[in-house]
């Protein structure tokens, strides 16, 4: 998929103000680590997140969404009435019907010739709505694109927790509960917009690859239960299996557009821990010094952590206009998307 017209217009983020460290999420588990002998500082020594957000319980997806939503319009020189397309492209929603969009659209206050949908693909929401987005522009169906994503996951990380307090646990049933623990919650939006109506320098989308194998589709499988939220991962297989299909996808992308390991200024990828990051680079022949990272304190946020370290990344100024960024995306099911972002010099 090559894009010549999109730019990233905008994009900014909203956070929950309430911080869960991870001492703070073993300390609820002391009857589970004394009982099984588990050693004091496991959870942030094997995936290097220190804390995670969380919004108040019965925070709506549709609440968070719009609150980055807002944050983005803020920071763009569009009005909202010229907004043509948005998307909620998160995991978490209000309910089943209508979309999450609808409820997003009421409280952005958007226009009425708005077309709204959800677009729903496990942490590799957000980069599916941005292409999807990216070709409506291409094509001259629309101009301009607000994409919105809000996560929250304290009601599966709540609900892991009462889990794991089950006394008939060992050390190998709660591995598939683990990753459940990295969990945390926030919220990112973006501006997409016709290139040339950008009135500044922004950066552009200029290519974009997919790779999918869903013969790994049953390695993280995540349902309501009730009122809860229940999730169970093989972490194990699944970096194995996420570093196969991202491999495939990376040798895509090196022929789509021409770059090599070496072109990037900047890689951000689906922020997971530790372990995948340094898996993933060292599979791809990337220099780790390119990676920017905000795992450490936002833990996993689903479809909100790749774009939400590209706008921090930006932020911080450690993406700035002059470079070029690859946005690395795996998302369970398994898919991945690998995304070209070039920012022209001002």
């Keep these: 998929m090559n894009f010549k017209h999109v730019a990233i217009e905008s994009i900014a983020y909203a956070l929950p103000d309430e911080v869960w460290t991870s001492a703070d999420v073993e300390a609820k588990l002391a009857p589970v680590y004394q009982r099984l002998r588990l050693p004091e500082g496991r959870l942030e020594l094997m995936t290097g997140i220190k804390e995670r957000r969380f919004y108040p319980a019965g925070t709506p997806a549709s609440v968070a969404s719009a609150q980055a939503g ?100 060992t050390r190998q049933s709660i591995k598939p509960y683990f990753a459940n623990l990295t969990i945390g919650a926030g919220s990112v939006a973006a501006v997409l917009c016709r290139k040339e109506l950008a009135p500044k320098s922004c950066p552009l989308m200029t290519a974009a690859v997919v790779e999918t194998d869903t013969s790994h589709n049953a390695l993280c499988q995540g349902d309501s239960a009730g009122d809860a939220l229940e999730m169970l991962t093989d972490s194990e297989e699944l970096l194995v299996a996420g570093i196969a299909v991202a491999t495939r996808a990376w040798a895509q ?94």
Aim: hydrophobic residues 40%; negative net charge; charged residues 15%.
């Design 70 to 169: 807002e944050a983005a319009l803020a920071q763009s020189s569009f009005g909202r009435e010229q907004i043509d397309l948005l998307i909620h492209s998160a995991v978490c929603r209000d309910r089943l019907e209508p979309a999450t969009a609808a409820y997003v659209h009421g409280l952005l206050k958007l226009p009425g010739h708005t077309q709204i949908f959800d677009v729903s693909n496990a942490c590799l929401g957000f980069l599916n709505a941005m292409v999807v987005a990216g070709s409506m522009i291409e094509s001259g169906q629309i101009e301009r694109a607000l994409i919105c994503s809000g996560e929250n996951g304290r009601p599966l990380v709540e609900n892991t927790l009462q889990q794991l307090l089950n006394p008939e646990l």
């Design 253 to 346: 992308f090196v022929a789509a557009t021409g770059w090599t390991a070496d072109t990037p200024d900047r890689v951000i990828t689906h922020q997971v821990g530790k372990a995948h990051t340094r898996e993933l680079f060292k599979a791809l022949e990337l220099d780790l010094s390119k990676d920017f990272t905000t795992f450490e304190t936002l833990g996993n946020v689903g479809s909100v952590s790749c774009p939400i370290t590209l706008a921090t990344a930006m932020e911080q100024g450690a993406y700035s206009p002059g470079q070029k960024a690859a946005l690395l995306g795996i998302g369970s099911g398994l898919s991945s998307i690998m995304m070209a972002v070039e920012w022209p010099q001002s």
